[in-house]
């Protein structure tokens, strides 16, 4: 069954430092790749996605995503983080095995420390 | 970047109440979705519209049922609340671009409901 999986459920990182969120998917062909960031009490914006071409993409807020066919993943970065940052993050895939609908990641909570 | 508006944002309602939560967009996009979303956990597709007088059941099953009657509207009801029913909906619309395959959602506020 197709699948994203977001295997850290919290993150814990200081003001500053450096940050990557991980997410694996399990599909054939090579999919779609969004992330999405969910600030509390509000709905989902997305950061930034991949569809073809360059495997590293930018995004907003200084987010950049890299797509790795070899491992299935689309790892999240960000080389410092801010206070703001602080939400949970969601990965999400659509392929041709989905019908092009989007299959989520469970998300993982970024807590950022002072 | 679309324009989602969701209302009511918070809603606290009795057992056996009929609800509508609405959702409308400013863009002119095809598609609409509605999902549930429980806290800490990944979004479940209840609902999605392809168009005007399009509506199709998402992955999870919901009591639940929605219209298309206009393009920019695509409200969800459900008939008789029940606890079982307490969540976030959010709604969310996309430009469908044929051959292109998937697109991007965009999504609105949410709408947190509590069923007592």
């Known amino acids: 069954a197709q699948s994203v999986t977001q295997p850290d459920i919290h993150i814990t990182v200081s003001e500053g430092a450096s940050l990557e969120l991980r997410c694996n998917y399990s599909y054939g062909a090579t999919p779609y790749l969004f992330w999405y960031v969910q600030s509390p009490g509000q709905g989902l914006q997305l950061l930034l996605k991949?569809?073809?071409?360059d495997t590293l993409v930018q995004g907003i807020k200084g987010f950049e995503a890299e797509f790795k066919r070899s491992q299935s993943s689309f790892n999240l970065r960000k080389p410092s983080v801010h206070w703001s940052d602080a939400a949970e993050y969601f990965c999400a895939v659509a392929s041709r095995e989905s019908n092009y609908q989007l299959i989520w990641g469970a998300g993982t909570k970024l807590i950022i420390k002072p | 970047e679309a324009d989602i508006y969701q209302t009511p944002r918070y809603l606290v309602i009795g057992t056996g109440k009929k609800i509508t939560l609405e959702c409308s967009q400013t863009m002119g996009h095809d598609k609409m979705y509605w999902y549930q979303q429980d806290p800490g956990m990944e979004l479940h597709l209840i609902h999605y519209?392809?168009?005007?007088?399009?509506?199709e059941k998402g992955d999870l099953s919901s009591e639940s049922t929605v219209s298309r009657i206009r393009t920019e509207h695509f409200p969800l009801t459900l008939e008789s609340a029940r606890p079982s029913h307490t969540s976030q909906y959010l709604c969310?619309?996309?430009?469908?671009?044929?051959?292109?395959?998937?697109?991007?959602?965009?999504f609105g506020p949410g709408t947190r409901l509590l069923v007592l």
């Open positions: 969310a619309s996309s430009d469908l671009t044929p051959g292109r395959g998937s697109e991007t959602q965009y």
């Open positions: 519209s392809y168009g005007v007088n399009s509506t």
């Open positions: 991949y569809f073809s071409g």
